[in-house]
């Protein structure tokens, strides 16, 4: 299962991509809520979540996935359970994914000691203890998948489904939609 948390102000585009490339290619994916059955994006696009984060099963998870946005990557960092989530799965080899501004949480966090990563440009200084790569639109370094913005985030989600299922099925998923 992966789980792609949405916070509220989260950027649209690169949380619903990743999720409809991974539906796509056959991975089964949930869109999960910090609180509420809803969650309003940055653009005031709401999204209907598949379960809340107090009902995520970390047993089952194959990967997080943590977008960024206007303020949804700051509403993600100030909920220390989300925090907890990303170090367990860490502490168990699950993959971790997150774009634009996300990836600085990793980095707050003490994760991308390191470890090559992008983020949105211009907030490299973030990316506390890693190699950035600012030049690439997605960087995967071991378990760790990050992504530079909403323009990204094809990209990106590809890049879930090829660490997921390989790069045979990351190329159905491209070819399915003419990317």
Known sequence: MVYILLAPG???????????????AGIETALVSLAGDTVAGSHQ???????ALDKLDLSQAEMIVLPGGGPGWKNLGKEPRVERLVRQAVERDIWVAAICAAPTLLGRWGLLEGKHAVCFPGMEDGLTGARAQMDQRVV??????????????????LALVEALKGKDEAGKAREAIHY
Do not use: C, N
Not at 144 to 154: E, H, K, V
């Open 10 to 24: 989260f950027e649209e585009a690169e949380a619903l991509v990743p999720a409809d490339l991974l539906r796509r």
């Open 140 to 157: 995967a370094d071991g378990k760790l998948i990050t992504g530079r913005a909403a323009g990204s985030a094809f990209d990106f989600g």
């Open 45 to 51: 696009i709401t999204v209907a979540a598949d379960l």
